[in-house]
């Protein structure tokens, strides 16, 4: 059976994987096609309010790769939901003490969905905008509509919303690992991924994941860190008031759940990829952040300096560098506690490009063999996808995640 796996995120790709065989038999990125850098299907929105209702993006990958129509189709992507808080009143825009009154409630605990139905009702000065529609359908269903229309006879496609899963599925099977029949600890950082426990937090994305992954079995999801900065970073950076000093930053415990023995974490810290994002804009490297690997090279040429004699971007990069180090090893060391008999370890998502950091692990934790997933970016996430069916439908369960392509 050939299944084609398509990311409809940044880093949009395609591939094609034969179950019978096992063998991923190509993978192509939209960018290499279109000749430009960064390429990501955007939903067009026209003058008037609404959206197009027709797609305006095919994928060029498909007709110029010579892509034939497949047996299933699953779609991958990084979650396009969201949950956001408008300011609705030009009231809190003028009064100093009610913009300090809505932050200090703001951080004083997570912004789970009640409390911010809570917050709504409390200050009314909010509305709460749940995910982007269009005539009815949500942009991930249209953009993926839109795919799946480029082949002839596809009736259905599949879709789940999962992000770090996917990950962790490219990187092992494409890992010696797999072919060793040796179990792995799948070790997933990125910038942000999966909104998974949307009905109570929708405003956590995913940020860092730990899975025990064993030959011939589904992944075991077994700590996630999810964080809501993005969500923090929207209201303040576009809807709140500028002179409001500080963070809006829950900066208390991480709330901890444990929901059938899989450890979920909630933070409003930004993840050790984001920062990286961040940085590059800070620094002008890029207009939208997207410039995390200058970052990491700059690093390599900066000395990290406590008096700030050598107060520059080379040397801001580095001690951003040392800093992610120490953030990421412990991440690592939790993946090793939990998983005590395994000593190989799988590092994957787009922080895995951090090929500084990837080798300095080895010293770290020499008692470990590391492999670093050859695909870490969200392009990888499309033969992850295939992976995930697959192995769903070893037990019946794809069925719960089709999408009619009407």
């Given at each position: 059976m050939k299944i084609i796996g398509i990311n409809s995120s940044h880093d949009t790709s395609l591939c094609q994987y034969d179950t019978e065989t096992g063998v991923l038999d190509f993978m192509h990125e939209?960018?290499?096609?279109?000749?430009?850098?960064?390429?990501t299907p955007l939903a067009m929105q026209p003058e008037d309010e609404g959206y197009e209702t027709t797609f305006p993006d095919q994928l060029q990958c498909i007709h110029k790769g010579g892509v034939k129509t497949p047996d299933k189709l699953v779609m991958a992507s990084f979650d396009r939901r969201n949950i956001q808080l408008h300011i609705n009143n030009q009231n809190l825009m003028e009064n100093r003490m009610l913009s300090i009154e809505v932050a200090d409630y703001i951080?004083?605990?997570?912004?789970?969905?009640?409390?911010?139905?809570?917050?709504?009702?409390?200050?009314?000065?909010?509305?709460?905008?749940?995910?982007?529609?269009?005539?009815?359908?949500?942009?991930?269903?249209?953009?993926?509509?839109?795919?799946?229309?480029?082949?002839?006879?596809?009736?259905?496609?599949?879709?789940?919303?999962?992000?770090?899963?996917?990950?962790?599925?490219?990187?092992?099977?494409?890992?010696?690992?797999?072919e060793q029949q040796e179990d792995a600890?799948?070790?997933?950082?990125?910038?942000?991924?999966?909104?998974?426990?949307?009905?109570?937090?929708?405003?956590?994305?995913?940020?860092?994941?730990?899975?025990?992954?064993?030959?011939?079995?589904?992944?075991?999801?077994?700590?996630?860190?999810?964080?809501?900065?993005?969500?923090?970073?929207?209201?303040k950076g576009s809807n709140f008031p500028n002179q409001q000093e500080g963070t809006l930053d829950y900066m208390g415990e991480n709330l901890v759940e444990d929901v059938?023995?899989?450890?979920?974490?909630?933070?409003?810290?930004?993840?050790?990829?984001?920062?990286?994002?961040?940085?590059?804009?800070?620094?002008?490297?890029?207009?939208?952040?997207?410039?995390?690997?200058?970052?990491?090279?700059?690093?390599?040429?900066?000395i990290v300096d406590k008096d700030?004699?050598?107060?520059?971007k080379f040397s801001i990069s580095q001690e951003l560098e040392l800093n992610a180090f120490e953030e990421t090893c412990k991440t690592i060391q939790k993946g090793i506690d939990m998983n005590p008999d395994c000593k190989n370890i799988l590092l994957s998502g787009g922080y895995a490009l951090n090929c500084t950091n990837n080798y300095k692990y080895l010293s770290r934790f020499p008692e470990h063999q590391f492999y670093v997933d050859?695909?870490?970016?969200?392009?990888?996430?499309?033969?992850?996808?295939?992976?995930?069916?697959?192995?769903?439908?070893?037990?019946?369960?794809?069925?719960d995640a089709t999408n009619e392509n009407t």
């Open positions: 939209e960018e290499r096609f279109r000749r430009e850098k960064y390429w951080r004083s605990e997570p912004m789970t969905n009640q409390r911010c139905e809570d917050f709504c009702e409390k200050f009314g000065e909010f509305g709460i905008v749940d995910g982007i529609g269009f005539g009815g359908e949500h942009v991930e269903e249209y953009i993926h509509d839109g795919f799946a229309g480029q082949f002839e006879g596809i009736d259905d496609y599949y879709f789940w919303f999962e992000h770090h899963l996917y990950h962790a599925y490219c990187g092992y099977h494409l890992s010696p690992y797999i600890i799948a070790i997933v950082m990125d910038g942000g991924g999966a909104r998974l426990n949307y009905d109570t937090m929708a405003g956590y994305q995913e940020i860092e994941s730990i899975y025990r992954m064993t030959p011939n079995q589904p992944a075991k999801r077994q700590w996630v860190l999810s964080s809501n900065h993005r969500f923090l970073g929207d209201l059938d023995g899989v450890i979920y974490e909630y933070t409003s810290r930004a993840s050790n990829g984001m920062d990286f994002s961040n940085m590059s804009h800070a620094l002008g490297c890029d207009d939208q952040g997207r410039a995390a690997g200058k970052v990491m090279g700059m690093a390599s040429y900066g700030y004699k050598r107060f520059n050859p695909i870490p970016h969200d392009g990888g996430t499309s033969f992850g996808a295939c992976i995930h069916l697959e192995y769903l439908m070893k037990t019946g369960e794809e069925t």
